[in-house]
C-alpha cells in the first residue's frame, strides 16, 4: 500500500534549476531515511543526497554546491532542489525511502518509478 511518487524532471540547458518532488503515501506508521539516487545512461545508480528524519545530510561530491535535498515532514515528501544543472547530471532520479508501514515494526525500503532530468549543452 506504501508508495512514492515523484515529479518535476523534464528538459533544461546546462546552468538551469529543476525542483525534484516525491511524496509517500499509504498505510505508514513513520518515514526514516529519505534519498535521491540516479543513474545515467550505461551507468550503475549513484546515490546523490540523503536526508535522516532529524535532518541530517549528505550530498555526492558532484552536486555539492549545486543540489539541495529537503524535506516535509508533515506532507511526507522530499525535495531535491538542483541549480547550475550540467549535462552531466543527466539521467533518471530515483527517490527512495525507509519507512515503517503501519502495523509493522521494523523499516522497509521503498523506491519511487524515477523522473528523468535531461540537460542539454
Known amino acids: 500500500q506504501v508508495q512514492l511518487v515523484e515529479s518535476g524532471g523534464g528538459l533544461v540547458q546546462a546552468g538551469g534549476s529543476l525542483r525534484l518532488s516525491c511524496t509517500a503515501s499509504g498505510s505508514i506508521k513513520r518515514i526514516n531515511d529519505m534519498a535521491w539516487y540516479r543513474r545515467a545512461p550505461g551507468k550503475q545508480r549513484d546515490l546523490v543526497a540523503t536526508m535522516t528524519s532529524g535532518g541530517n545530510t549528505n550530498y555526492a561530491d558532484s552536486v555539492k554546491g549545486r543540489f539541495t535535498i529537503s524535506r516535509d515532514n508533515a506532507k511526507n515528501t522530499v525535495y531535491l532542489q538542483m541549480n547550475n544543472l550540467k549535462p552531466e547530471d543527466t539521467a533518471i532520479y530515483y527517490c527512495?525511502?525507509?519507512?515503517?508501514?503501519?502495523?509493522?515494526?521494523?523499516?522497509?525500503?521503498?523506491w519511487g518509478q524515477g523522473t528523468q532530468v535531461t540537460v542539454s549543452s
Open positions: 527512495n525511502a525507509r519507512i515503517i508501514p503501519v502495523g509493522n515494526w521494523y523499516e522497509h525500503d521503498y
